[in-house]
């Protein structure tokens, strides 16, 4: 694996926690990774792991206090928000978890907190009472609503001696975390991944059930590593003591296997793949007692068959989805399962055998044989966690190939499917040939410059406009003033529709153009206003469409936009950040600030959750979409100076106004008041959601 930590900008925060030693071993595998890290340490942090053994493992002072007390110079939390690229805080005290959860900036760390704009990641660490009380419950809860992500504890035997959840996860599992989440060399990036996992329990009577020993790690496992990958996660688990840790990761709990069945087969349409990997029940009690069954002799239990979950998402499949079956089978093994994936309509099999030492339920460790309909391929016992690398990585093979196979002319590298107009009707007397020339070398670069690794097949490029209105021109220089307005459209699942992703209009677009002039795009070293902000859209345009697709899936392409916008501040008007809160540089900061996480996760629940289920349930999706607004109110709140939670409202508010043409009146007066106060110039629009 690509080492994705190096050269990252990393601020480790320490807190007064017991588990503190631990972040010196954190600090030594950053650094290690190519990292650079800059540790801050709070007070109490400070009586558990001393200064200069961070300083001497990071090579870099500690950071401890406002002033210096050298010098009395003073530190500056917020250029470490601006400069880092990740903030951990690990371990994380229940004391620290409560500031940040309730606005206390008390010391250099919690500053450093409030002004971070990278994501924040939390290990928690303390005594299970501690953990499980629940107003840290609740901190956590609130912390992980604004985005920050939460690298849940272990359980197992805290400093007390006690046993429980509490602990925090061991150094190298943090690190995976981080890893993971930069991971860029994606190989199911833009997939869609349904996951099923553990047990099913049948219930008998209300305390009691058929279940069986399924703890759902092969299934978790599997969820982290598409995640990993850049797929964004469905993962439905039946009752399992685990914690799926990426952020990619849609976790849906269900109980039996009828829930399970209904939950799979309203995910699978959406997916580009299913690996079916929970262990569920074949039988359930006709019959479930209302009451709790007494003693009183032999009873017999009459059981009827499930739904066969492969069997109906392999009867549905389409040509573009994969399906992937487990089998664990006690008798003619290979012979079974190779039969089962036939009937099911499945792409390859992994059949687990309980014969081996080490694999199957509780270990892990797993031995598998993956069988497809050409050969069968039998792994040696490893860790679960490669195991779920094997079968991922067999998945994005078949499916790269498949899509090779089936359409090789239609496959593109280029992003954009892009119109551009130039309006000239302001200017008077000139010759127009330069607009038209500038109008085509325009379509030419954004139809042909590439700007990312992933792959698209024709019909999936972004549509978009790029419409300019020229309101001056000069004709001896080529120097122009204009507006342009962007916008880019994704489509909805399962409709015809196609929802806006982006419209804004930039009014400060000025540049030089003559015909001679070329358009070309160098990382790095952009000195033509025009090519930067052509660049810049584009980049944005491609990010919000990845976050639409998957949480937080247009991170890197963003990073690279807001490089891009920092290092175009002296090429004209519009970009710099302290011209308006619209500017290009605001808003890209503004979208990737770590307070505004929230904003970045309605994209996603608005659009993939919500309005991709609007066509098989619409009442479904719009209940989704309320939901999702929450977050733009949490945008809203945790930065009102920000100009995205009102864009949104703009870009939205015709499609807003037709999605709650229908649903509950109580539904649309709480949508209509949320509106209002983020957008109060559009009230009149909002109040006919609650009258129509
Ligand atoms: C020996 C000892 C161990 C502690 N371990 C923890 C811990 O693991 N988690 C925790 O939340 N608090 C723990 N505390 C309490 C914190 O140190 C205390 O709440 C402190 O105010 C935290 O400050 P800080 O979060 O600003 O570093 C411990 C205290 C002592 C004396």
Excluded at 156 to 171: F, V
Excluded at 538 to 557: A, H, K, R
Excluded at 577 to 588: L, P, Q
Aim: with cysteine; hydrophobic share 40%; charged share 20%.
């Amino acid at each position: 694996m690509a080492n994705t930590l190096n050269g990252k900008h990393i601020v480790l925060g320490v807190t007064g926690s017991i588990a503190a030693y631990k972040a010196a071993v954190i600090a030594r595998l950053l650094v290690k990774s190519g990292a650079e890290v800059q540790v801050v340490i709070t007070p109490g942090g400070k009586e558990f792991i001393t200064p200069l053994t961070l300083s001497t493992l990071t090579r870099n002072p500690v950071i401890s206090e406002f002033f210096s007390a050298r010098d009395g110079s003073w530190n500056s939390h917020v250029s470490l928000g601006q400069w880092a690229d990740a903030m951990l805080i690990a371990p994380c005290t229940a004391s620290t978890l409560g500031k940040m959860a309730n606005g206390i900036a008390d010391n250099m760390l919690l500053t450093t907190y409030f002004s971070m704009k990278a994501p924040v990641f939390i290990a928690p660490a303390m005594d299970l009472d501690m953990y499980s009380h629940p107003v840290t419950q609740r901190n956590i809860e609130t912390l992980r609503s604004i985005g920050n992500i939460i690298i849940e504890p272990d359980s197992g035997e805290l400093a007390s001696q006690l046993i429980g959840k509490g602990r925090m996860q061991e150094p190298e599992s943090i690190l995976k975390a981080l890893e993971d989440y930069f991971r860029t060399d994606s190989q199911l990036s833009k997939k869609k991944i349904l996951i099923t996992a553990g047990p099913t329990y049948e219930a008998i009577d209300p305390v009691r059930f058929i279940g069986n020993h399924s703890t759902g790690k092969m299934g978790f496992a599997l969820a982290e590593e598409c995640a990993a990958a850049g797929a964004g996660v469905t993962l439905i688990t039946g009752p399992v003591n685990l914690v799926a840790n990426h952020p990619g990761i849609d976790r849906i709990n269900v109980t039996s296997a009828h829930e399970m069945y209904l939950e799979a087969m309203r995910c699978f349409p959406g997916s580009d793949a299913a690996i079916l990997c929970a262990a569920v029940a074949d039988f359930t009690p006709v019959v479930k007692s209302d009451v709790k069954i007494k003693r009183k002799g032999d009873i017999t239990l009459q059981l009827k068959p499930t739904q066969d979950i492969a069997a109906a998402l392999g009867a549905v499949k389409r040509p573009d989805q994969y399906l992937v079956g487990f089998a664990l089978e006690t008798t003619d093994e290979f012979s079974n399962a190779a039969e089962k994936m036939e009937r099911k309509n499945l792409d390859f099999i992994v059949l687990n055998s309980l014969r081996d030492e080490g694999a199957g339920f509780g270990y892990d460790t797993n031995k598998v044989t993956i069988i497809d309909r050409e050969s069968s391929q039998e792994l040696p016992l490893q860790s679960k966690k490669n195991v779920a690398k094997a079968i991922v990585g067999r998945l994005a093979k078949l499916m790269l190939t498949l899509l090779l196979f089936i359409a090789p002319a239609a496959i593109s590298s280029q992003e954009l499917d892009p119109q551009v107009s130039v309006n000239t009707s302001k200017i008077q007397g000139t010759d127009k040939d330069v607009f038209t020339t500038m109008q085509n070398a325009m379509q030419e670069f954004l139809r042909n410059q590439v700007w990312t690794n992933y792959h698209f097949a024709d019909n999936e490029r972004i549509q978009c406009t790029f419409s300019f209105v020229v309101n001056t021109y000069d004709a001896s220089t080529g120097r122009m003033e204009c507006e342009l307005i962007v916008q880019s459209n994704r489509p909805v699942f399962n409709s015809a529709y196609f929802t806006t992703v982006f419209n804004f209009r930039d009014q400060s677009v000025d540049f030089t153009y003559t015909e001679q002039d070329r358009l070309d795009y160098i990382p790095g070293n952009i000195d033509n206003n025009l090519t930067a902000i052509l660049a810049y859209y584009s980049l944005l345009v491609i990010g919000l469409d990845f976050d639409t697709m998957s949480l937080y899936g247009g991170n890197d392409i963003l990073r690279h936009a807001e490089t891009l916008a920092a290092n175009s501040q002296s090429l004209g008007s519009g970009w710099r950040s302290f011209d308006t809160n619209t500017s290009r540089y605001t808003i890209i900061s503004d979208y990737l600030n770590g307070s505004l996480a929230s904003f970045r996760q309605l994209q996603y629940q608005y659009h993939r959750k919500g309005l991709d289920d609007m066509a098989a349930n619409a009442d479904r999706g719009r209940a989704t979409i309320t939901e999702s607004l929450a977050l733009l109110t949490a945008a809203y709140e945790a930065k009102s100076t920000s100009a995205l939670p009102e864009l949104f409202t703009e870009i939205k508010r015709n499609e807003l106004l037709n999605i709650y043409s229908k649903g509950l009146q109580k539904e649309r007066e709480k949508v209509a008041d949320l509106l209002s106060r983020i957008n109060p110039s559009l009230t009149s629009d909002w109040n006919t959601i609650k009258t129509q």
